[in-house]
């Protein structure tokens, strides 16, 4: 499983800017980033190179922020890829709560990042281990990629 880093923000001019300053100023990598908004707020979603830190420098700014185990998979960058995925989970009636995706420098492959229901993670994990051509990839794996 991957650690992201999500942060509630109000919709307003500069605050991304502001935290992506900050990230930059400390020398923290942004492996993926995904917003989620509304007219008023956004939650942002970020896979951090050094989550640790990351979390050390967003607290000592007063950025409230929160941990989310998330899965990371590796499918192929091909037309459906992704429905293989989504397929051996809907099968298991796994649902997806929110995904987003991003493609690695040193693959041709693409990454999912997807966040399931809490009790059925360790299912999740079984199931798409299971599936030909998906790849679950740990922290240090991903890192790499």
């Known amino acids: 499983m991957i650690r992201q880093v999500s942060i ?3 919709n307003h001019e500069g ?3 502001n935290l992506l ?3 930059a100023e400390n020398d923290i990598n942004i492996r993926s980033l ?5 007219m008023d707020y956004g939650i942002v979603r970020l896979i951090l190179q050094e989550t640790d830190k990351g979390l050390g420098v967003l607290k ?3 950025i409230m ?4 185990p998330v899965l990371a998979a590796e499918i192929s ?3 459906g890829g992704l429905s293989i995925l989504v397929d051996a989970l809907t099968r298991e009636k796994i649902n997806i709560v929110y995904a987003y995706s991003f493609l ?3 693959t041709d492959n693409a990454i999912i990042i997807m966040r399931v229901d809490d009790e059925v993670l360790d299912k999740a994990v079984e199931t798409l281990k299971a599936v030909p051509g998906i790849n679950l990839l740990d922290r240090e794996t991903l890192l790499l990629k």
Do not use: V
């Open 77 to 79: 960058d091909q037309p």
């Open 21 to 23: 300053k900050i990230l």
């Open 60 to 62: 000592k700014h007063n």
């Open 104 to 106: 690695p420098k040193k």
């Open 34 to 38: 995904n917003i989620a908004e509304t």
């Open 15 to 17: 605050r991304l800017n």
């Open 65 to 68: 922020s929160s941990l989310t």
């Open 8 to 10: 509630f923000m109000e």
